[in-house]
């Protein structure tokens, strides 16, 4: 499985970006899917999770009412809305993705290779 991010960038304080995640590959299914974070000489973080049978989502409270998570099961898409952005949310941001096999047992982590966002003040 591979995984695509786009959407970093830079913006001013206040604004918004969108992120998208793509999975790409065969005989899979996503069990879940997320959006990870990790500013210099911090640790890698959750941002927000989404599942693929009931979508229930699940945030960071650092972003709740900020960030939301969305999906699109048909096109193995996940997206990141951000508003509100504020400097501390300057990160590079990866996806993640829980993975099925039919012909393989237990479930497999995939990583993107993460776009930057920069919050300017």
């Known amino acids: 499985v591979q995984l695509v991010e786009s959407g970093g960038g830079l913006v001013q304080a206040g604004g918004s970006l969108r992120l998208s995640c793509a999975a790409s590959?065969?005989?899979?299914?996503?069990?879940?899917m997320g959006w990870y974070r990790q500013a210099p000489g911090k640790q890698r973080e959750l941002v927000a999770d989404?599942?693929?049978?009931?979508?229930?989502?699940n945030y960071a409270d650092s972003v709740k009412g900020r960030f939301t998570v969305s999906r699109d099961n048909a096109k193995n898409t996940m997206y990141l809305q951000m508003n509100s952005l504020k400097p501390e949310d300057t990160a590079v941001y990866y996806c993640?993705?829980?993975?099925?096999?039919?012909?393989?047992?237990?479930?497999?982590?995939?990583w993107g290779q993460g776009t930057q966002v920069t919050v300017s003040s």
């Open positions: 993640n993705a829980e993975v099925e096999y039919s012909n393989l047992p237990g479930l497999h982590d995939y």
């Open positions: 590959g065969s005989t899979f299914a996503i069990n879940a």
């Open positions: 989404i599942t693929s049978g009931d979508g229930s989502t």
